[in-house]
């Protein structure tokens, strides 16, 4: 952390995009402290949406690419911006500053809010992997029930509708499952947690709804802020070797 209290971090969008970045760091900076610089950059390579497994694949080795450089240009911190948390333990495994995805950020906050967690995503694609990707919680008994809108992230444009739909969902998992904490996942679903929370409060259901945009940006500024990093004992260098990417 440089300048004294400021920090610099980086979001990668861990996509190509003709959205413009400068969208995304407006979403972002709602959410930070006044002396926190929030840049975000998308991907040059790669896919133009997260939604499988297979999207992943293709989304990592850029990911971790833009880290390694985010580190020689002075970062303090590093997220990737996407909910199933693209290239992150191999990033985390290339730099030595703090690197989290949102998907990780958004459940780790949702533990401290209750003990019952519901996930909503886009597609039902997305929820074998989700499952994967929080097996640990699932067994446990902390992620009692995910599931999906079943609108791809590139159809999300009418807020209002998604809201409605969000709404619906989320009823359904503090009714049926007895869900005390919402988390969105999907970075697409960057500030909608407002409008949400409050037709869920509006409807006497008074539960906190998890934000990945706010969640990602506050986590990594703790993270920064406490000056701690992912473990080398677990996440070592790579070995040298010879490694081709197209860039």
Known sequence: MKGGSWMRILFIRPIITERPDFLEEEILKQFAAPDTIIKAKHLEWGVDSIESEYDLVFSAPFVVKLAEEAEKEGYDGIVSYCFVNPGVDAAREAVSIPILGSGEAAVNLALNLGRRIGIITILPNLLPLIRKQNQTYINMGRIMAIDSVNI???GLTDNDRL???LFEKASQMIYKDEVDVIVLGCTGFGGI????????????LNVPVIDPAGASVKVMEAIIGCNVRHSKKTFMPPIDKIRKLPI
């Open 152 to 154: 791809p992230v590139l």
């Open 163 to 165: 809201i409605d739909i």
């Open 193 to 204: 947690a407002k409008g949400l929370s409050q037709k869920l409060i509006m409807n006497n």
